[in-house]
């Protein structure tokens, strides 16, 4: 069974940071590009970042592009979100998958709550 776990989140104060994790089981992601998708309360899941099946590549959305950095360990089958400089506009469940996303995929998230 393929699945992807996220882990990390927490309540942090505005300013503050949180790294979130991505361990990735039942396969092997290594070939594939993955994301980092994340869903506000009241609000569609939005991407966040991705970055390419070799690690070379990176992309953020504009919000968060200054102080968000994905990165990832083929050795670990993981991926990782280093989130600095946090916003209560940040505040959403956390999740990542293939990008393009596929359903089957989709974890069961961490929460990242960001107080003013």
């Known amino acids: 069974q393929v699945q992807l776990v996220e882990s990390g989140g927490g309540l942090v104060q505005a300013g503050g940071s949180l790294k979130l994790s991505c361990r990735a089981s039942?396969?092997?992601?290594?070939?594939?590009?993955m994301g980092w998708f994340r869903q506000a309360p009241g609000k569609e899941r939005e991407f966040v970042a991705v970055?390419?099946?070799?690690?070379?590549?990176?992309y953020n959305r504009d919000s968060v592009k200054d102080r968000f950095t994905i990165s990832k360990d083929s050795n670990t089958n993981t991926v990782y979100l280093q989130m600095y400089n946090l916003q209560p506009d940040d505040t959403a469940v956390y999740y990542c998958?293939?990008?393009?996303?596929?359903?089957?995929?989709w974890g069961p998230g961490t929460q990242v709550t960001v107080a003013t």
């Open positions: 998958n293939t990008n393009p996303p596929m359903g089957e995929y």
């Open positions: 970055i390419a099946w070799n690690g070379y590549i990176t």
């Open positions: 039942g396969r092997t992601f290594s070939s594939r590009n």
